[in-house]
């Protein structure tokens, strides 16, 4: 059975820093590409960030460059977020996605999200 378990979200003051992790059992890693998309309060999902298989590659909505980055560690099963310089509008439901082989801007798997919230 395949899981994706997000954590570390939580509640920050804006400017400030939150890491992600998103930890996966039940599938080969390393085969998968990675992502991150968030769904804020009466919005639709939307990208975030995403890393290739090999982590050599790294993608970023535009809302987000400069502010987040993607890695992943494929020894742990792991992919992480690092936010920075969060802002208010940052504020959503983050969810981990993994994509079989090249990143498509899809999932084949889910998490079941970690709630992020910035305040002013």
């Known amino acids: 059975q395949v899981q994706l378990v997000e954590s570390g979200g939580g509640l920050v003051q804006a400017g400030g820093s939150l890491r992600l992790s998103c930890a996966t059992s039940?599938?080969?890693?390393?085969?998968?590409?990675m992502g991150w998309f968030r769904q804020a309060p009466g919005k639709e999902r939307e990208f975030v960030a995403a890393i290739s298989v090999s982590g050599s590659t790294t993608y970023y909505a535009d809302s987000v460059k400069g502010r987040f980055t993607i890695s992943r560690d494929n020894a742990k099963n792991t992919v992480y977020l690092q936010m920075n310089s969060l802002k208010p509008e940052d504020t959503a439901v983050y969810y981990c996605a993994a994509d079989l082989g090249l990143w498509n801007y899809r999932a084949d798997y889910w998490g079941k999200g970690t709630l992020v919230t910035v305040s002013s």
């Open positions: 039940g599938l080969t890693f390393r085969s998968y590409a």
